[in-house]
């Protein structure tokens, strides 16, 4: 069972920065995609940034510009860079992965405990 352990959430001021990380254990598949979702109370879990097997990226068009999604395959750790942040972007913020040739997409079956980002004006 591969496990996900993210960190580095915390309270900022808007305008600020955090970096999150994702560390993966026991991950033996040669083909993944990763992910970073968030989900803030009352609303729907939001999926924000993606990485695939080729290192094809996609991005919510609410972050586009402030938040970078990149992996160390070296450290088996996805990260996810966020920049000018905005009260909007408190959530608890969750990596993810799928498995295998058709990982692209999802649906991604495999979740860390989540990392709670709070922005305050």
């Known amino acids: 069972q591969v496990q996900l352990v993210e960190s580095g959430g915390g309270s900022v001021q808007a305008g600020g920065s955090l970096r999150l990380s994702c560390a993966e254990f026991?991950?033996?598949?040669?083909?993944?995609?990763m992910a970073w979702f968030r989900q803030a109370p009352g609303q729907e879990r939001q999926r924000v940034a993606t990485?695939?097997?080729?290192?094809?990226?996609t991005y919510a068009d609410s972050v586009k510009g402030r938040f970078t999604i990149s992996q160390d395959n070296a450290k088996n750790t996805l990260y996810l860079q966020m920049n000018n942040l905005k009260p909007e972007d408190t959530a608890m913020y969750y990596c993810a992965a799928a498995y295998g040739i058709y990982c692209r997409g999802g649906p991604y079956n495999n979740w860390g405990q989540g990392t709670q980002v709070t922005v305050s004006s």
């Open positions: 026991g991950n033996s598949y040669i083909t993944y995609c």
């Open positions: 990485v695939d097997y080729d290192g094809s990226i």
